[in-house]
């Protein structure tokens, strides 16, 4: 391999690191009221879980690694892209008793610890999330 190969290789590896460690970290506990963090998730084992009654508090869910968990449903992200400020996934999800086609979710990044989901139909409208510390 020739140094200018070799060079173009490094910094094509370095763009490629340097992009993946600015992206947005949605790992954790999400609810659309954070007041209500201790109502709508307990942790368990090290493993954060939804209460019982999650539901009646708002509800939320809880994100680790490439999973999305919530009360009813689980999704797998299989595609992330951010831009300008927006976070779009493509998840496949599936319930206790049915597996679901693909789904897209966008999100406008608030902040580090909240994000808002857009609907690209309704733009004017969205719901906030807040992540909890648990």
Do not use: H
């Not at 789904?103 to 309704?122: C, G, H, M, W, Y």
Request: hydrophobic share 40%.
């Amino acid at each position: 391999m020739s140094r200018l190969a070799a060079r173009m290789l490094v910094c094509a590896i370095c763009t490629v690191f340097s992009f993946s460690a600015s992206a947005f970290d949605l790992s954790g506990a999400w609810t659309a009221d954070a007041t209500n963090c201790d109502k709508v998730f307990i942790k368990k084992n090290n493993r954060i879980a939804m209460t019982r009654n999650s539901g009646v508090f708002g509800g939320g869910f809880i994100v680790e690694g490439n999973q999305i968990r919530g009360q009813a449903k689980t999704c797998k992200i299989t595609s992330r892209k951010e831009e300008g400020g927006v976070l779009r996934l493509i998840a496949s999800c599936s319930t206790d008793i049915a597996i679901l086609g693909p789904e897209e979710v966008s999100a406008k990044i608030d902040s580090d610890n909240q994000l808002t989901r857009i609907f690209p139909s309704f733009p004017e409208s969205g719901i906030s999330f807040y992540r909890c510390k648990l």
